[in-house]
């Protein structure tokens, strides 16, 4: 018999005997060794946690088993059982270990469905989140694939910029800084999010300036759906009123550079116009 196949039957009737006696129980012991034994345990944990005759703790302990294995075939095995178990218990339970299996921050928030589908999963998916990084939070905020994901990275990141906002904030102005005429908009392929935080009056004013600087880009290029984006998210987090701006901002082109020159100065507002490719005269 391979090895493999060896270690398999034996497991299978360690389980077995597991579930006659009643006194041994299941104990964490028990998940720990099947564990413990990678690819070759993770059927039989998927068996134990998919079984409805068997008890609710045993299965939740075979569930956790598939977590903390966080392998393809465990992670697999879990979205199997999300999708098939009737009972809304295992399900919360498989979704939160789903959650903890998840490869990366990009795997993670191509989970967010599941907050929907399983509303109990929601507080382990906002912890799992804020283990991630300012920086990887924000880069996924505006490269997420779907809007979901970039709505539940950019409250992550806003939730760290609680205790961190100097990281979220320069993470945020790095990435949405605008360069030149030439440039493609950072947030291609979704929505435009702003994390939700406390913004100081100097990361406010700079952020402001870079969007004005998009904005004006949109514009000019005839992406008005993106410029809207743009000029939803100035007004909508009051970055305006917290910024030297203080709320006023003119919607045309030219009242814009005139209220961009009077905060930035004149030499900043030549060189945004030489970006543009409107030359340096205003």
Request: with cysteine; net charge negative.
């Amino acid at each position: 018999m391979r090895p493999t196949l060896f270690l398999l039957c034996l497991s299978l009737s360690m389980v077995a005997n597991a579930a006659q006696s009643t006194d041994a129980g299941w104990t964490t012991a028990d998940t720990a060794r099947f564990s413990a034994m990678g690819d070759v345990g993770t059927p039989i944990l998927a068996i134990i946690a998919a079984d409805s005759q068997t008890d609710l703790a045993t299965r939740g302990a075979a569930i956790v088993g598939l977590g903390d294995l966080g392998t393809d075939d465990a992670r697999m095995e879990l979205d199997r059982l999300i999708r098939e178990t009737d009972t809304a218990l295992v399900k919360a339970w498989a979704g939160a270990a789903r959650i903890q299996a998840a490869r990366n921050a990009e795997d993670l928030l191509a989970l967010s469905w599941l907050v929907q589908q399983v509303p109990a999963t929601g507080r382990p998916f906002r912890d799992a989140l804020g283990r991630v990084g300012a920086r990887e939070l924000v880069a996924l905020t505006y490269t997420a694939p779907d809007n979901a994901s970039r709505m539940a990275a950019a409250s992550a990141a806003a939730t760290v910029g609680a205790g961190d906002p100097d990281a979220v904030a320069g993470s945020v102005i790095a990435t949405l800084r605008y360069t030149d005429r030439d440039a493609e908009i950072p947030w291609a392929g979704g929505a435009l999010y702003i994390p939700s935080m406390t913004w100081s009056r100097a990361d406010a004013t700079t952020l402001v300036r870079e969007l004005i600087g998009w904005y004006l880009h949109c514009s000019q290029k005839g992406d008005t759906a993106a410029a809207q984006q743009v000029w939803n998210n100035l007004w909508s987090l009051g970055l305006l009123w917290t910024s030297d701006y203080q709320g006023q901002l003119p919607l045309d082109t030219e009242g814009m550079l005139t209220r961009y020159q009077q905060v930035e100065g004149a030499t900043a507002a030549r060189s945004l116009r030489r970006r543009l490719g409107m030359g340096t005269e205003g």
